[in-house]
């Protein structure tokens, strides 16, 4: 079962906004509305930012958004903090056979 | 709050069996379906298996199916990873996760090394 595909790393500056996309096929990310994105701080477990391509869970800020284009999912975060340092991934349902795919994750650097 | 809750990890043999547990508080844990993921130290997530709510429904990711099995008791909010014919690649931190097609909720882990 191959991974949804994630840029190995990202970076930016406190304050400002980057992207994170995560591509696959018609057969995850492009055919259903099940991405979600995990946020992973070294040692700790991942925590979920985002379910159903944009939606947020309780408690998580309106600087995570979502979005989806075709095959590719993008994770959207706003007004970089440091704490935003961490490793992201993202998952979808996928069909034929039914399963679930991370991405292979991508490391946030605030600089 | 949602607790989960994992154990059983620990040092095997190649070859051998082991079984996670994964002890769940703080929700209705009849209505929810259930995940197990790992992740090798150093490396990515891995999906690895998921229960449905009632049992009704079990999937497994290819590289676990016929050596892995998930179940679930309700009796005890508990659900397990049975593993066998372990291999050194099986080494990892194995999560239990709580969700439908999401991880909503994730324990601390449970490392298993798999090791001669």
């Known amino acids: 079962q191959s991974a949804l595909t994630q840029p190995a790393s990202v970076s930016g500056s406190p304050g400002q906004s980057i992207t994170i996309s995560c591509t696959g096929t018609i057969n995850d990310v492009g055919g259903f509305n099940y991405v979600s994105w995990y946020r992973q701080h070294p040692g700790k477990a991942p925590n979920l930012i985002l379910y159903d391509v944009s939606k947020r869970p309780s408690g998580v800020p309106n600087r995570f958004s979502g979005s989806k284009s075709g095959n590719t999912a993008s994770l959207t975060i706003s007004g970089l903090q440091a704490d935003d340092e961490a490793d992201y991934y993202c998952?979808?349902?996928?069909?034929?056979?039914?399963?679930?795919?991370f991405g292979g994750g991508t490391k946030l650097t605030v600089l | 709050q949602v607790e989960l809750v994992e154990s059983g990890g620990g040092v095997v043999q190649p070859g051998r069996s082991l079984r996670l547990s994964c002890a769940a508080s703080g929700f209705t844990f009849s209505n929810s379906g259930m995940h197990w993921v790992r992740q090798v130290p150093g490396k990515g997530l891995e999906w690895v298996a998921t229960i449905s709510y009632d049992a009704s429904k079990i999937y497994y990711a290819d590289s676990m199916r016929g050596r892995f099995a998930i179940s679930r008791d309700t009796s005890k909010n508990t659900v397990y990873l049975q593993m066998t014919s372990l291999r050194p690649e099986d080494t990892a931190v194995y999560y239990c996760a709580k969700g439908g097609w999401s991880f909503d909720n994730w324990g601390q882990g449970t490392r298993v090394t798999v090791s001669s």
């Open positions: 998952n979808s349902y996928r069909s034929t056979p039914t399963s679930l795919v």
